[in-house]
T-cell receptor, first 116, second 111 residues
Framework: DAEITQSPRHKITETGRQVTLACHQTWNHNNMFWYRQDLGHGLRLIHYSYGVHDTNKGEVSDGYSVSRSNTEDLPLTLESAASSQTSVYFC???????????????FGPGTRLTVL | TQLLEQSPQFLSIQEGENLTVYCNSSSVFSSLQWYRQEPGEGPVLLVTVVTGGEVKKLKRLTFQFGDARKDSSLHITAAQPGDTGLYLCAPRVDSARQLTFGSGTQLTVLP
C-alpha cells in the first residue's frame, strides 16, 4: 500500500545545530507540504512543493528550507535550530485531481522536535 | 490573509450526546475540507464540500457548507468515545492546492 513516512519520529537537538527532517511518500504525488503544529495555532504551512525542483514559502518559512530533487522526498532543514522551533512537524502529500481544489492531503505520522 | 475561526476550542461531552462544531470566516471559499486528528497521528480527511448549502453525511457525522460558502458546521449525533479527537477545518480559496487550517476543536467524548 502507498504510504507517507517521516523520520525520525522524535528528535532532541541543541540551539544552533542544523537539523534535517525526512519525508518520503510512495503515492507518486506531485504536491508535498510541511506543517508545524503548536498548541493554539493548529497546523501552519512552512513550505510546499508542486513538483521536482519546485519549492514555495508558506506562512512560517523563516529559518526553514526545503529542496525537491525527486518525486518521493521533501526533506525539511532547520539551518540553525532555535527554541522557538520546538514543535511537532507534519509532512503531507496530495495528487492533483480533475476537480479544482478538492485534493485529499495524506499526512505522515509527525516528528516531535525539541530544541534545547 | 483570511481570518478563520473554529468554535468551540474545547468540548467535553458524555457518550450519547449530540454536538455541533463550527468553522467561520469572512472570506468566500471554493471548497472546504474537514479532517480529524487522533493523538500521535497526522490528520485524516473526513469530507470535502464544494457547493454552497451542500450537506454530506458520514454515518453519525453531518457536514454542512454555508449558502455563501463562508462557513461550515459539523454535527455529530449520539457521540461515541471513538469520536474523540481534534477536528480541523481547512478551506481553500481560488482552488489553491495548499490548505489553511483552523486551530481546531478538541473533542472529548466520555464513556
Amino acid at each position: 500500500d502507498a504510504e507517507i513516512t517521516q523520520s525520525p519520529r522524535h528528535k532532541i537537538t541543541e540551539t544552533g545545530r542544523q537539523v534535517t527532517l525526512a519525508c518520503h511518500q510512495t503515492w507518486n504525488h506531485n504536491n508535498m507540504f510541511w506543517y508545524r503544529q503548536d498548541l493554539g495555532h493548529g497546523l501552519r504551512l512552512i513550505h510546499y512543493s508542486y513538483g521536482v525542483h519546485d519549492t514555495n514559502k508558506g506562512e512560517v518559512s523563516d529559518g526553514y528550507s526545503v529542496s525537491r530533487s525527486n518525486t518521493e522526498d521533501l526533506p525539511l532543514t532547520l539551518e540553525s535550530a532555535a527554541s522557538s522551533q520546538t514543535s511537532v512537524y507534519f509532512c503531507a502529500s496530495s495528487g492533483t485531481s480533475g476537480s479544482a481544489g478538492t485534493d485529499t492531503q495524506y499526512f505522515g505520522p509527525g516528528t516531535r522536535l525539541t530544541v534545547l | 490573509t483570511q481570518l478563520l475561526e473554529q468554535s468551540p476550542q474545547f468540548l467535553s461531552i458524555q457518550e450519547g450526546e449530540n454536538l455541533t462544531v463550527y468553522c467561520n470566516s469572512s472570506s468566500v471559499f471554493s471548497s472546504l475540507q474537514w479532517y480529524r486528528q487522533e493523538p500521535g497521528e497526522g490528520p485524516v480527511l473526513l469530507v470535502t464540500v464544494v457547493t454552497g448549502g451542500e450537506v454530506k453525511k458520514l454515518k453519525r457525522l453531518t457536514f454542512q457548507f454555508g449558502d455563501a460558502r463562508k462557513d461550515s458546521s459539523l454535527h455529530i449525533t449520539a457521540a461515541q468515545p471513538g469520536d474523540t479527537g481534534l477536528y480541523l477545518c481547512a478551506p481553500r480559496v481560488d482552488s489553491a492546492r495548499q490548505l489553511t487550517f483552523g486551530s481546531g476543536t478538541q473533542l472529548t467524548v466520555l464513556p
